[in-house]
Protein backbone atom coordinates (compact mmCIF):
# COMPACT_ATOMS: atom_id res chain seq x y z
CA UNK A 1 0.00 0.00 0.00
CA UNK A 2 2.64 2.40 1.37
CA UNK A 3 4.57 1.60 -2.44
CA UNK A 4 1.51 2.18 -4.66
CA UNK A 5 1.18 5.50 -2.19
CA UNK A 6 4.27 6.60 -2.58
CA UNK A 7 4.15 5.99 -6.82
CA UNK A 8 0.76 8.00 -6.67
CA UNK A 9 2.61 10.94 -5.01
CA UNK A 10 5.27 11.07 -7.02
CA UNK A 11 3.37 10.59 -10.30
CA UNK A 12 1.12 13.48 -9.56
CA UNK A 13 4.26 15.77 -8.61
CA UNK A 14 6.09 14.75 -11.79
CA UNK A 15 3.01 15.78 -13.77
CA UNK A 16 2.47 18.86 -11.99
CA UNK A 17 6.13 20.26 -12.98
CA UNK A 18 6.60 18.65 -16.21
CA UNK A 19 4.84 21.13 -18.32
CA UNK A 20 6.74 24.34 -16.13
CA UNK A 21 10.10 22.86 -17.70
CA UNK A 22 8.67 21.84 -21.37
CA UNK A 23 5.49 24.10 -21.98
CA UNK A 24 5.00 21.82 -25.56
CA UNK A 25 3.81 19.19 -23.32
CA UNK A 26 1.14 20.75 -21.74
CA UNK A 27 -1.67 20.02 -24.37
CA UNK A 28 -0.73 16.56 -24.83
CA UNK A 29 -0.54 15.69 -21.12
CA UNK A 30 -4.38 17.31 -20.33
CA UNK A 31 -4.88 15.02 -23.77
CA UNK A 32 -3.72 12.11 -21.69
CA UNK A 33 -5.62 12.81 -18.33
CA UNK A 34 -8.98 13.33 -20.74
CA UNK A 35 -8.53 9.85 -21.81
CA UNK A 36 -7.22 8.43 -18.54
CA UNK A 37 -10.35 9.93 -17.14
CA UNK A 38 -12.71 7.78 -19.90
CA UNK A 39 -10.23 4.52 -19.16
CA UNK A 40 -11.60 4.84 -15.60
CA UNK A 41 -15.12 5.03 -16.37
CA UNK A 42 -14.07 1.37 -18.13
CA UNK A 43 -12.28 0.35 -15.48
CA UNK A 44 -15.17 0.56 -13.31
CA UNK A 45 -17.34 -1.36 -15.80
CA UNK A 46 -14.07 -3.87 -15.86
CA UNK A 47 -14.64 -4.42 -12.09
CA UNK A 48 -18.09 -6.14 -13.29
CA UNK A 49 -16.27 -8.39 -16.05
CA UNK A 50 -18.45 -6.24 -18.35
CA UNK A 51 -16.75 -3.92 -21.44
CA UNK A 52 -18.31 -1.20 -23.40
CA UNK A 53 -17.00 -0.79 -26.47
CA UNK A 54 -19.40 2.63 -27.18
CA UNK A 55 -17.90 5.27 -24.37
CA UNK A 56 -16.84 7.25 -27.16
CA UNK A 57 -20.69 8.23 -26.75
CA UNK A 58 -20.32 10.24 -23.86
CA UNK A 59 -17.04 11.56 -24.82
CA UNK A 60 -18.43 13.49 -27.89
CA UNK A 61 -21.64 14.31 -26.12
CA UNK A 62 -20.29 16.15 -23.81
CA UNK A 63 -17.75 17.25 -26.00
CA UNK A 64 -20.75 19.12 -28.34
CA UNK A 65 -22.99 19.97 -25.41
CA UNK A 66 -19.94 22.34 -24.58
CA UNK A 67 -19.13 23.57 -27.99
CA UNK A 68 -22.60 23.98 -28.51
CA UNK A 69 -23.12 26.17 -25.33
CA UNK A 70 -19.76 28.32 -25.73
CA UNK A 71 -20.93 28.90 -29.71
CA UNK A 72 -24.24 30.21 -28.47
CA UNK A 73 -22.74 32.10 -25.39
CA UNK A 74 -24.85 30.58 -22.91
CA UNK A 75 -21.94 29.85 -20.59
CA UNK A 76 -18.78 31.51 -21.81
CA UNK A 77 -16.59 30.30 -18.64
CA UNK A 78 -14.37 27.04 -18.52
CA UNK A 79 -15.71 26.47 -14.84
CA UNK A 80 -19.42 26.36 -16.06
CA UNK A 81 -19.05 24.63 -19.01
CA UNK A 82 -17.22 21.49 -17.62
CA UNK A 83 -19.29 20.64 -15.06
CA UNK A 84 -22.27 21.04 -17.72
CA UNK A 85 -20.90 18.98 -20.16
CA UNK A 86 -19.96 16.37 -17.74
CA UNK A 87 -23.65 16.25 -16.22
CA UNK A 88 -25.46 16.46 -19.92
CA UNK A 89 -23.45 12.90 -20.23
CA UNK A 90 -24.04 11.73 -16.77
CA UNK A 91 -27.65 12.23 -18.17
CA UNK A 92 -27.34 10.55 -21.33
CA UNK A 93 -25.83 7.40 -19.33
CA UNK A 94 -28.65 7.18 -17.48
CA UNK A 95 -31.10 7.26 -20.51
CA UNK A 96 -28.76 4.71 -22.14
CA UNK A 97 -28.26 2.65 -18.85
CA UNK A 98 -32.09 1.83 -18.79
CA UNK A 99 -31.29 -0.06 -21.51
CA UNK A 100 -28.05 -1.80 -22.02
CA UNK A 101 -27.74 -2.95 -18.44
CA UNK A 102 -30.12 -5.90 -19.05
CA UNK A 103 -27.41 -7.75 -21.13
CA UNK A 104 -24.11 -9.04 -20.15
CA UNK A 105 -21.00 -9.95 -21.79
CA UNK A 106 -20.65 -9.06 -25.21
CA UNK A 107 -24.44 -8.21 -26.03
CA UNK A 108 -23.15 -5.29 -23.48
CA UNK A 109 -20.26 -4.26 -24.98
CA UNK A 110 -21.97 -4.57 -28.79
CA UNK A 111 -25.12 -2.65 -27.98
CA UNK A 112 -22.80 0.37 -26.73
CA UNK A 113 -21.06 -0.22 -29.59
CA UNK A 114 -24.55 0.07 -31.81
CA UNK A 115 -25.60 3.09 -29.43
CA UNK A 116 -22.12 5.24 -30.22
CA UNK A 117 -21.99 4.49 -33.93
CA UNK A 118 -25.97 5.74 -34.34
CA UNK A 119 -24.53 8.78 -32.97
CA UNK A 120 -21.82 8.78 -34.52
CA UNK A 121 -23.54 8.79 -38.20
CA UNK A 122 -26.31 12.09 -37.11
CA UNK A 123 -23.15 14.13 -36.18
CA UNK A 124 -21.84 13.27 -39.93
CA UNK A 125 -25.02 13.33 -41.34
CA UNK A 126 -26.76 16.29 -39.60
CA UNK A 127 -23.94 19.08 -41.32
CA UNK A 128 -26.70 22.11 -40.87
CA UNK A 129 -26.52 21.43 -36.98
CA UNK A 130 -23.12 19.52 -36.04
CA UNK A 131 -20.76 21.08 -39.26
CA UNK A 132 -20.79 17.57 -40.41
CA UNK A 133 -17.42 16.10 -40.77
CA UNK A 134 -15.96 19.53 -40.25
CA UNK A 135 -17.32 19.00 -36.90
CA UNK A 136 -17.40 22.59 -34.88
CA UNK A 137 -15.29 25.00 -33.13
CA UNK A 138 -15.13 26.23 -29.76
CA UNK A 139 -14.50 29.70 -28.92
CA UNK A 140 -12.00 29.66 -26.13
CA UNK A 141 -13.94 30.74 -22.94
CA UNK A 142 -12.87 32.44 -19.88
CA UNK A 143 -11.44 31.00 -16.82
CA UNK A 144 -13.09 32.25 -13.63
CA UNK A 145 -13.76 35.41 -15.75
CA UNK A 146 -10.08 36.11 -17.01
CA UNK A 147 -9.69 36.00 -20.48
CA UNK A 148 -6.16 34.07 -20.99
CA UNK A 149 -4.12 34.10 -24.08
CA UNK A 150 -3.64 30.46 -25.78
CA UNK A 151 -0.73 29.30 -23.89
CA UNK A 152 -1.88 30.38 -19.97
CA UNK A 153 -5.41 29.39 -20.95
CA UNK A 154 -4.06 25.77 -21.46
CA UNK A 155 -1.80 25.53 -18.74
CA UNK A 156 -4.65 26.74 -16.55
CA UNK A 157 -7.11 23.85 -18.04
CA UNK A 158 -4.21 21.00 -17.46
CA UNK A 159 -3.79 22.17 -13.60
CA UNK A 160 -7.41 21.96 -13.73
CA UNK A 161 -7.80 18.84 -15.07
CA UNK A 162 -5.29 17.17 -13.00
CA UNK A 163 -7.36 18.27 -9.96
CA UNK A 164 -10.15 16.94 -11.60
CA UNK A 165 -8.44 13.50 -12.10
CA UNK A 166 -7.04 13.32 -8.49
CA UNK A 167 -10.29 13.87 -7.31
CA UNK A 168 -11.89 11.16 -9.72
CA UNK A 169 -9.49 8.83 -8.77
CA UNK A 170 -10.07 9.52 -5.04
CA UNK A 171 -13.75 9.13 -5.53
CA UNK A 172 -13.91 6.17 -7.59
CA UNK A 173 -11.48 4.52 -4.77
CA UNK A 174 -14.01 4.89 -2.67
CA UNK A 175 -16.82 3.83 -4.43
CA UNK A 176 -14.94 0.61 -5.46
CA UNK A 177 -14.30 -0.02 -1.49
CA UNK A 178 -17.83 0.57 -0.88
CA UNK A 179 -20.66 -2.37 -0.68
CA UNK A 180 -21.44 -1.37 -4.12
CA UNK A 181 -18.02 -1.38 -5.57
CA UNK A 182 -17.59 -5.27 -4.01
CA UNK A 183 -21.25 -6.05 -5.55
CA UNK A 184 -19.71 -5.13 -8.60
CA UNK A 185 -17.33 -7.65 -8.06
CA UNK A 186 -19.74 -10.05 -7.01
CA UNK A 187 -21.43 -9.76 -10.44
CA UNK A 188 -18.33 -10.53 -12.38
CA UNK A 189 -17.89 -13.86 -10.01
CA UNK A 190 -21.69 -14.94 -9.37
CA UNK A 191 -24.50 -12.85 -10.37
CA UNK A 192 -27.07 -15.61 -8.92
CA UNK A 193 -25.36 -15.38 -5.61
CA UNK A 194 -25.71 -12.09 -5.40
CA UNK A 195 -29.76 -12.23 -6.64
CA UNK A 196 -29.98 -14.85 -3.51
CA UNK A 197 -29.08 -12.16 -1.22
CA UNK A 198 -31.62 -9.55 -2.37
CA UNK A 199 -29.14 -6.95 -3.82
CA UNK A 200 -29.75 -6.18 -7.73
CA UNK A 201 -27.51 -6.77 -9.95
CA UNK A 202 -29.24 -4.22 -12.58
CA UNK A 203 -29.43 -2.17 -10.20
CA UNK A 204 -25.85 -1.82 -9.25
CA UNK A 205 -24.31 -2.06 -12.46
CA UNK A 206 -26.69 0.74 -13.80
CA UNK A 207 -24.71 3.32 -11.00
CA UNK A 208 -21.33 1.73 -12.26
CA UNK A 209 -22.45 2.70 -15.76
CA UNK A 210 -24.09 6.61 -14.56
CA UNK A 211 -20.72 6.81 -12.99
CA UNK A 212 -18.88 5.16 -15.82
CA UNK A 213 -21.09 7.90 -18.32
CA UNK A 214 -19.94 11.27 -15.78
CA UNK A 215 -15.92 10.52 -16.50
CA UNK A 216 -16.12 9.74 -20.35
CA UNK A 217 -18.11 12.97 -20.09
CA UNK A 218 -15.89 15.02 -17.90
CA UNK A 219 -12.81 14.02 -20.03
CA UNK A 220 -15.11 14.95 -23.27
CA UNK A 221 -16.11 18.04 -21.41
CA UNK A 222 -12.17 19.45 -21.22
CA UNK A 223 -11.10 17.95 -24.30
CA UNK A 224 -13.65 20.12 -26.00
CA UNK A 225 -11.84 22.91 -24.58
CA UNK A 226 -8.28 22.71 -24.73
CA UNK A 227 -8.26 21.46 -28.33
CA UNK A 228 -10.60 23.85 -29.35
CA UNK A 229 -12.67 21.95 -32.08
CA UNK A 230 -14.87 18.74 -31.91
CA UNK A 231 -15.26 16.49 -34.64
CA UNK A 232 -17.58 13.37 -35.09
CA UNK A 233 -14.14 11.01 -34.68
CA UNK A 234 -14.86 11.56 -31.02
CA UNK A 235 -18.09 9.29 -31.15
CA UNK A 236 -16.24 6.37 -33.48
CA UNK A 237 -15.81 3.52 -32.40
CA UNK A 238 -11.70 3.68 -32.89
CA UNK A 239 -11.60 6.20 -30.12
CA UNK A 240 -13.78 3.70 -27.86
CA UNK A 241 -11.75 1.18 -28.64
CA UNK A 242 -8.63 3.56 -27.56
CA UNK A 243 -10.73 3.90 -24.16
CA UNK A 244 -10.81 -0.15 -23.01
CA UNK A 245 -7.17 -0.53 -24.80
CA UNK A 246 -5.60 2.03 -21.93
CA UNK A 247 -7.57 0.45 -19.48
CA UNK A 248 -5.86 -2.61 -20.56
CA UNK A 249 -2.43 -0.73 -20.53
CA UNK A 250 -2.48 0.11 -17.59
CA UNK A 251 -4.22 -2.17 -15.36
CA UNK A 252 -7.72 -1.85 -13.44
CA UNK A 253 -6.07 -3.25 -9.91
CA UNK A 254 -5.77 0.71 -9.01
CA UNK A 255 -7.27 3.79 -9.84
CA UNK A 256 -3.69 4.97 -10.77
CA UNK A 257 -4.15 2.47 -13.88
CA UNK A 258 -5.73 4.16 -16.44
CA UNK A 259 -4.25 7.33 -16.12
CA UNK A 260 -0.72 5.38 -16.80
CA UNK A 261 -2.22 3.66 -19.70
CA UNK A 262 -3.00 7.17 -21.05
CA UNK A 263 0.33 8.59 -20.17
CA UNK A 264 1.94 5.42 -21.75
CA UNK A 265 -0.27 5.41 -24.61
CA UNK A 266 0.33 9.29 -25.54
CA UNK A 267 3.73 8.15 -25.80
CA UNK A 268 4.20 5.00 -27.75
CA UNK A 269 1.82 6.77 -30.22
CA UNK A 270 3.85 10.00 -30.30
CA UNK A 271 7.05 8.24 -30.97
CA UNK A 272 5.87 5.90 -33.39
CA UNK A 273 4.08 8.13 -35.22
CA UNK A 274 7.05 10.11 -36.23
CA UNK A 275 9.79 6.59 -35.88
CA UNK A 276 7.57 4.45 -37.50
CA UNK A 277 3.87 6.48 -38.89
CA UNK A 278 3.65 3.57 -41.24
CA UNK A 279 3.25 0.96 -38.82
CA UNK A 280 2.59 2.92 -35.37
CA UNK A 281 -0.88 1.12 -35.25
CA UNK A 282 1.56 -2.12 -35.13
CA UNK A 283 3.86 -0.99 -32.56
CA UNK A 284 0.72 -0.08 -30.29
CA UNK A 285 -0.43 -3.76 -30.91
CA UNK A 286 2.82 -5.06 -30.37
CA UNK A 287 2.97 -3.12 -27.04
CA UNK A 288 -0.97 -4.54 -26.12
CA UNK A 289 0.32 -8.49 -26.75
CA UNK A 290 3.41 -8.33 -24.47
CA UNK A 291 1.42 -6.42 -21.41
CA UNK A 292 -1.35 -9.09 -21.82
CA UNK A 293 1.20 -12.56 -22.13
CA UNK A 294 3.80 -11.00 -19.72
CA UNK A 295 2.06 -8.46 -17.64
CA UNK A 296 -1.46 -9.76 -17.44
CA UNK A 297 -2.15 -6.94 -14.53
CA UNK A 298 -0.99 -3.84 -16.47
CA UNK A 299 1.90 -0.83 -16.01
CA UNK A 300 -0.17 -0.35 -12.28
CA UNK A 301 0.80 -4.28 -11.83
CA UNK A 302 4.22 -3.46 -12.88
CA UNK A 303 4.46 -0.75 -10.77
CA UNK A 304 2.75 -2.70 -7.78
CA UNK A 305 4.75 -5.75 -7.89
CA UNK A 306 2.51 -7.97 -9.20
CA UNK A 307 3.32 -7.41 -13.18
CA UNK A 308 3.29 -11.07 -13.90
CA UNK A 309 0.10 -12.54 -11.46
CA UNK A 310 -3.41 -12.19 -12.57
CA UNK A 311 -5.77 -9.71 -11.65
CA UNK A 312 -6.48 -9.44 -8.40
CA UNK A 313 -9.85 -7.86 -7.24
CA UNK A 314 -9.02 -5.55 -4.70
CA UNK A 315 -10.98 -2.25 -4.71
CA UNK A 316 -9.01 1.16 -5.05
CA UNK A 317 -5.17 0.80 -4.29
Not at 36 to 56: D, E, K, P, T, Y
Not at 228 to 236: I, W
Amino acid sequence: MARQLVFGLALIAALAVFPLFSPWSTVILTVALCEGLAALGIMVLLRAGQVSFGHGLFFSFSAYAVAFMAAAKVGHEALILIPVGMAASGLLAAIVGLFVVRYRAIFFGMLNLAISMVFFSLLEKLFSITGGADGKRVPRPTFAGIEFGREQFELATFYVTLVLCILAALFVARYLLSPGGKALEAIKSNETRLEYLGVSPRKVLYGAYLLSGLLAGLGGAIIALVSGHVTPELAYWVRSGEFVFIAILGGIGGVAGPFLGALMFQIIRGYAAVYAPETWHAVLGVMLLVIIFFAPAGLYGIVAGKGGKPQREEGGR
